[in-house]
């Protein structure tokens, strides 16, 4: 696939995205104010009515009716935009199943939520930028979704994935489309102007190659999966990847003394947002 098509395909998919990307170029620069988050968040009406909403919710407080963007940036500050956004995102994504992959709607969005708040909850303790590791475990996925249209578009249809056929996801989808989901997320994120550390996280991030170990918040995407595998929270054709290993966890400066307070604010938040989506 050229990097043309799959720019192209991704066109596709709720304009969530670029806002998200957009959002975090200004929470990077020390200049942003509210009022330009708000004006961002604005000229989505679809995902504005989304963070109203999910503003509204006991995830972010609920003390008192919000009922304009304006006021939902403001009660929750620039602490909490990227998780509110983060959260109307992935419910806007994952309304439809991805069927090539087998991946059910509510499986796609709980994996995108547990994976992003478990990267979130790691990333504090390892030392490494929270809001870069919820926003790479949140999209990590992208790359799954064009693969799965293009596969659902193809006037040939591309083959189902079969984990009795295929040891994962990675071989099925270099030999059907020639390219890996995590190269195509990387690629598009590189696209969308997302931090250049982001996209070769993720295009690193099933850790199958010797130089992975070395990008941290590679491997703290992968224990987070690994988080989310022992809820089953993840995804059938990558279940071999995640192994939490002492080897990964030194990577990143972790002990297993670690997890379970990770677990338990993963498991808040995931709860949380669940309930801030309605379902």
């Given at each position: ?25 200004l929470l990077q620069d020390v200049d942003s104010d509210l009022d330009e988050i708000s004006a961002l968040l604005r000229g989505d009406v679809t995902l504005s009515a989304q963070v109203v909403r999910i503003g509204n919710s006991p995830m972010f407080g609920g003390a ?216």
């Open positions: 696939m050229s990097r043309e098509t799959i720019v192209e395909i991704a066109s596709t998919l709720p304009a969530d995205i670029r806002v998200l990307s957009k959002l975090t170029e008192r009716t919000i009922a304009t963007v304006e006021e939902a940036v403001q009660c929750v500050g620039f602490g909490q935009i990227l998780k509110l956004v983060g959260t109307a995102t992935a419910g806007r994504l994952s309304e439809a199943t991805l069927q090539c992959y087998d991946i059910s709607a509510k499986l796609l969005r709980d994996n995108m939520l547990y994976g992003a708040f478990a990267a979130e909850a790691l990333a504090r303790p390892a030392g490494i930028d929270p809001r870069l590791a919820f926003s790479a475990g949140l999209l990590r996925s992208v790359g799954l979704m064009v693969l799965d249209r293009s596969g659902r578009g193809d006037s040939t249809s591309a083959p189902l994935y079969s984990s009795s056929r295929w040891p994962d996801y990675v071989t099925w989808e270099k030999r059907v489309f020639g390219i890996s989901s995590c190269e195509v997320t990387a690629l598009l994120l590189d696209e969308w102007r997302f931090p250049n550390e982001m996209a070769e996280a993720i295009r690193a991030h099933y850790i199958l190659e010797p130089g992975d170990m070395d990008c941290p918040l590679a491997v703290l995407l992968n224990v987070g999966n690994g988080m989310a595998r022992f809820v089953s929270r993840s995804f059938q054709g990558e279940d071999n990847l995640w192994e939490i290993t002492p080897e990964k966890l030194s990577a990143i400066g972790l002990t297993e003394d670690d997890f379970e307070p990770a677990i338990v604010a993963t498991e808040k938040s995931f709860e949380a947002a669940i309930l801030s989506l309605g379902n």
